[in-house]
DNA sequence: AGACATAACTTATATGATAAGTTTAGGAAT
DNA sequence: ATTCCTAAACTTATCATATAAGTTATGTCT
């Protein structure tokens, strides 16, 4: 009984790889998110290896965010999402210091087409939950301006400002839009504080910045897809100038550079990468 | 020393867990791809867990992409690579029914916003690439023609075509869409090969493929990147319509449905976010 | 110096055991 | 009968240990 039902389907790869395979093709083939697969011992008994071995294709899966693992319980296939794609593009970013302008470009496109397909598709509830947030900002704001310089209302008003975007997204009803932008809300949760801290160097107030996102969702509201992409095109293109400012701005470059082949060319591209995104 | 290093830094979670975030930070911190993680066993001593903890936290990274595992040797960081991307894309697209288009639809602005960067900033050698991939298309062409219907060359045609892709991203400069186009190409094979079908369905010879790719590039080369956004999405919408011609008449839906709540609101939306996509 | 065998290192997998969660079933109390 | 609690059954988390099978380094022999 030494040939494991493993090795049947599989070449050269360990049983580990096999198993991760062919677990993929059964969540893709006959499972939906909230389903449990059956417990290691069965799944062990059935592809003919030891429970070591699920147990570490099982990890495999968790890793890309397709299961999710508790204690005490069944693996349950998860739901999409874009967090387990966000540490990836955190990966890209941090790899390459040019990064984060990579990703504020794309991030540029997506957010494009997105409020453009939200204008054009969003139900009455997805219309709901982007004023909900934007009332989010609103009222974050107020408090801001009261108890001046609170982290945590700061903090408040940055996820107001990353679920209003979210809440297009989700308006736009692309799921592959959804996740993307829900991802590159990860990494550029950093970019959003240097933004912020921009914004108050160059002495704009966020009254600006609400105001920005109310244009938007009246343009959504409108139905005007083609004023919503010009209004969000333009707050991305402010948004994007403040992240530049607290760059040039930030404490010092401290000469600490890491090993690799890392924070080279940078500073002559800075400018025209930020810039040429209006087109 | 029963209190292991691994949950000195982390709450509730799991001793994998907590070890999988530590050796991630640690990656970002101070590795680059092509680095050798330590030997497992030494790993298991530093952060005072057995040698299996180690390993499935390994695993977990290496499912999110950020490391490979090859018998025998140490796990190394890995290139940022869209592959494990597209897995996860896959399940996004796999999830949902209507997910396809979702791809397609946001593959035209990624592609757009890629080919303008190209345009742009192309460098010499990167244009050599594109032209590279565009004259193995004609090559595999003219070979189709006279042993007509090759699978082999199909598929070699096919991998041109995306390769002309992956090198337009490539010559934009901005990895973030590199490895998002990458990945998108991964779940898009299917529809590739659908959209071929498509197009011998509709009669149209693949000289018009070829010269849709050409257009494309000359655009490149004179530096228009408005010009070579207008070829992309003609080229695209073009390969958007086949698909829907591959769709409409595949083989049967042979009524067989899976369980869960898929396969359903499919009909009425197919038209409509195609050719929503012509703005 | 170069080819080859061998030792040292390393990962892959299995077995068995224990601890600690979660769910289920049964019974006690009301 | 219903509710609440407890204990058993199930399940995952982690460990220790052992063996097999790859890769790399270390020689020795020619």
């Known amino acids: 009984m030494s040939e494991s039902v493993a090795e049947k389907s599989s070449g ?8 991760a395979s062919q677990l993929t093709d059964l969540i893709y083939a006959e499972m939906t998110p909230g389903l449990s697969l059956p417990s290691e011992a069965e799944m062990a008994s059935r592809y003919g290896v030891s429970r070591v071995t699920i ?3 099982i990890k495999m899966l968790a890793g890309r965010g397709l299961v ?16 387990a794609l966000g540490e990836f593009l955190g990966w890209i970013v941090q790899y390459d210091p040019k990064g984060m302008f990579d990703l504020v470009e794309v991030r540029m496109s997506l957010e494009i087409k997105s409020v453009s397909l939200a204008a054009k598709r969003a139900t009455r509830p997805a219309l709901a939950g982007i004023e909900n947030m934007l009332q989010g900002m609103r009222d974050a704001g107020q408090k801001l301006e009261r108890e001046n310089g609170d982290l945590a209302t700061e ?6 400002d990353v679920g209003f975007h979210e809440a297009i997204a989700l308006a736009s009803g692309n799921r592959v839009i959804t996740s993307l932008i829900e991802a590159m809300s990860v990494p550029l949760e950093r ?3 240097m933004s912020r801290r921009g914004k108050t160097l160059r002495g ?18 409108k139905r005007d897809s083609t004023a919503a992409e010009n209004a969000m095109r333009l707050h991305l293109e402010e948004s994007g100038r403040d992240m530049r400012a607290a760059f040039e701005n930030r404490p010092a470059p401290s000469g600490g550079g890491k ?12 400018g025209v990468d930020v810039d040429d995104q209006c087109r």
Do not use: Y
């Open 68 to 83: 999710e693992i508790s204690r005490g319980r069944r693996a349950v296939v998860s739901e999409p999402s874009g967090k």
């Open 191 to 193: 970019s959003f504080f």
């Open 55 to 57: 147990r570490e294709a």
């Open 155 to 160: 903090r408040l008003f940055h996820q107001c």
């Open 204 to 221: 704009l107030p966020l009254e600006s910045t609400i105001a920005a996102h109310q244009r938007i969702l009246d343009c959504i509201k």
């Open 259 to 270: 090993p690799g082949s890392r924070s080279a060319f940078l500073p002559q591209t800075l």
């Open 12 to 19: 050269g790869q360990t049983a580990v790889v096999s198993v």
